[in-house]
């Protein structure tokens, strides 16, 4: 998980799923995952996955998983593939299986990770393979009934053995090619408009376009088109994920079962300039969705949080659910009863800027590089209604967050102690975000009484 904020909503329960990632991501082998402290704790992990940055790549975000089906990619899983094959052609047909799985994951990972094959798969000759052929939004419908068959039949799971589901989706991800029936509900201009098909069809079909901010705004029929068809696709998996519930609920497995539902990140369809989830810290990327069923009723059901929380203490919240933290852990786990009781008064937010989608930009248009400070680490912190984002070392953009949600306003010049103050909290969070793992507490400095006296002093905590 990443150091992005969402709103935190409770409802009742689940599986973590997710709509995309960024160009590489990677686990730190130092780093122990949620699926490797669940798997120690007794959990059968299981992981459902249709990101190719997640289920082709070799990152390492696999480790902990007993079993991990990947829906993208040359060779997409089977359940149960794993298992072991009965005779000797079986056995002949598995390791065939895993040597060839073994040079295609290869083939993929050097994609990703080599600057001129990552410029080569973004030609138009490589789009529409990669696009179709290599199945890059997976099979939404097939992973989800492949869960709900893992949580409501339980083949190979041990009687009264906890399940642990990863489910990660990538139908909202471009490029977007929603049932028509969706895009007659949210685009219909898209059907019967040629020069909005023209449009969308360029689009699709111009990954490096996905990463590079734009020259220019969108005209007014470039955004309804992209809204539309974004729409449709967030809409088309809604209904996927409660089909997926429903079934869960007719077999009475929904209720002994805690579901998680979250995004790893937004979408920017041209706001401020920006395309898709590369660069920036704006609300359009780092406000997600947070939905959490729990019947054990540590969440009380029908619960709004207002307040900014960090998807990074999901981690906290399963561990404790799961009754396998330890103290520390148990101190961040997100079910509070009363947002006034909660004391972690700190969320950050970081952005590193992909380098081989650097490197692009920098190659084909370096004014924009310099315009959108594309090659500057950003980090954003929220303290009470403000946030504060620290491009580089110059930029500083300061917000109010309940006021001002599409950040409009730049505060920086009328707050500077409330500037001064944040980039304070900004600069310890950088010192020791290199050594913190999950089962820290606060950084030390946080807690100095300077602070808290000033933070007391602006308005931003409460005797």
């Not at 930029?395 to 949600?405: G, Q």
Request: net charge negative; glycine share 8%; proline share 5%.
């Amino acid at each position: 998980m990443d150091g992005s904020v969402s709103r935190f909503y409770v409802y009742g329960v689940v599986s973590v799923g997710a709509s995309g990632g960024a160009i590489l991501l990677s686990a730190a082998t130092h780093i122990t995952t949620l699926a490797e402290r669940l798997s120690a704790g007794g959990y059968y992990t299981a992981g459902f996955c249709n990101n190719p940055l997640v289920g082709v790549i070799n990152n390492g975000l696999r480790r902990g998983f007993y079993s991990f089906l990947n829906y993208s990619g040359l060779l997409t899983s089977r359940p149960n593939q794993a298992g072991v094959a009965s005779g000797l052609v079986g056995r002949y047909r598995q390791s065939f299986k895993r040597l060839l799985a073994g040079m295609l994951n290869q083939v993929q990972d050097s994609f990703a990770r080599s600057d001129a094959l990552l410029a080569f798969s973004f030609t138009p000759l490589m789009v529409p393979i990669w696009q179709t052929a290599l199945s890059f939004k997976g099979n939404t419908p097939k992973s989800l009934s492949d869960a709900a068959n893992l949580l409501i039949d339980r083949k190979g799971v041990e009687a009264n053995q906890p399940i642990f589901s990863f489910i990660n989706l990538m139908g909202t991800h471009m490029p977007y090619h929603p049932p028509r029936s969706y895009v007659e509900r949210f685009a219909p201009h898209v059907l019967r408009d040629k020069a909005a098909q023209t449009y969308l069809k360029q689009f699709n079909g111009d990954v490096y376009g996905w990463l590079a901010p734009l020259a220019g705004e969108l005209d007014d029929p470039q955004k309804a088109t992209l809204d539309g068809m974004y729409n449709a696709e967030v809409a088309y998996q809604d209904d996927q994920v409660g089909l997926f519930l429903n079934s869960l609920q007719e077999s009475g497995a929904l209720d002994h079962t805690l579901v998680i539902i979250c995004s790893d990140h937004g979408e920017h369809l041209g706001e401020k300039q920006f395309i898709g989830h590369s660069i920036s810290l704006y609300n359009e990327l780092v406000q997600v969705p947070l939905l959490i069923r729990d019947p054990a009723g540590d969440f009380a059901a029908g619960t709004v949080r207002e307040d900014v929380v960090s998807t990074c203490r999901l981690f906290h919240t399963v561990l404790t659910a799961a009754g396998l933290a330890n103290e520390m852990e148990e101190a961040l786990t997100l079910a509070t009863t009363d947002p006034a009781l909660d004391h972690t008064n700190y969320v950050f937010s970081e952005a590193i800027p992909p380098q081989n989608v650097l490197n692009l930009l920098q190659k084909r248009q370096p004014e924009l590089v310099r315009t959108h400070a594309c090659d500057q680490p950003r980090r954003a912190v929220w303290v009470g209604n403000h946030k504060l984002i620290e491009t580089g070392s110059e930029r500083l953009e300061l917000y109010d967050v309940n006021s001002d949600p599409t950040e409009t306003l730049n505060l920086s010049d009328i707050f500077p102690e409330n500037v001064e103050l944040l980039q304070e909290c900004l600069q310890v969070f950088s010192s020791q975000s290199h050594v913190s793992d999950f089962s820290t507490d606060r950084a030390p400095g946080f807690d100095d009484p300077e602070v808290q006296r000033r933070l007391r002093d602006l308005g931003y905590l409460e005797d």
